[in-house]
Structure formats: C-alpha cells, structure tokens
C-alpha cells in the first residue's frame, strides 16, 4: 500500500526557515496528488500546499511567496521548504497523498479528500 513519512520539523523564530521532507511509496505508475496539510490545537487541518504527478502545484493563500512544494522523483520524497515563518505557521504538519488525481489550479484540496497520511512533524515558530 501507500506509506508516507514525514520528517523536519522543529522550532525556530520568526522570520526562519525550515525545510519538511515526505517520503513515499506505493504512487508510482498511477496519477496522484500529494501535499502538506497542517493543524495547530483547535482548529481545522488545512491544506498548505498540494502538487501531482505532472508538476502542478496550488498553494494556500496565506503561504504563497513564502511557502514552496517540490518533488524529487529520483528520492522518492515531497519537499515543503518554508520561508519567513510566521507565530500563526505554528502546527502539526502532515504529508498526504491520494490516487487518480491531478491539480487543477487555484484552490487547495480538503484534506478529506486525501486518504493516505504520514504520522506528522510538528513546526514551532515563536514571536
């Protein structure tokens, strides 16, 4: 089946940077998608940014120009490099991935869409 395992996360102060890594198995050869979603103590898992098979990528509105989602096909693994992090980026941030799927620009996908997920990493950004 489907593994995703995701690693990077940390603490660090505003305005810093951390990279998120996902490592995948089990979505080659089938169109998908896969993305970071995240969810801080109270609130709804949202979706950060999502990419498929063929490139194409949505960000969410409150990362785009900070926030960059790439893949390293030979690795096998899903990138998040995060920039200029903020107190209110602070939350679990998971990998997830979904089969028979493909970007279609503009919003990001509902995490419910998405039924295969990593363990998580947690990012903490202080003021």
């Known amino acids: 089946g489907v593994r995703l395992v995701e690693s990077g996360g940390g603490s660090v102060k505003a305005g810093g940077s951390l990279r998120l890594s996902c490592v995948a198995s089990g979505l080659s050869y089938s169109s998908y998608c896969m993305g970071w979603f995240r969810q801080a103590p109270g609130k709804e898992r949202e979706g950060v940014a999502v990419?498929?098979?063929?490139?194409?990528?949505t960000y969410a509105d409150s990362v785009k120009g900070r926030f960059t989602i790439s893949q390293d096909n030979a690795k096998n693994t899903l990138y998040l490099q995060m920039n200029n992090l903020k107190p209110e980026d602070t939350a679990m941030y998971y990998c997830?991935?979904?089969?028979?799927?493909?970007?279609?620009?503009?919003?990001?996908?509902?995490?419910?869409?998405?039924?295969?997920w990593g363990q998580g990493t947690q990012v903490t950004v202080s003021s």
């Open positions: 990419t498929d098979k063929y490139g194409n990528i």
């Open positions: 997830a991935a979904v089969r028979y799927c493909t970007v279609r620009g503009g919003t990001v996908y509902n995490h419910q869409v998405f039924p295969y």
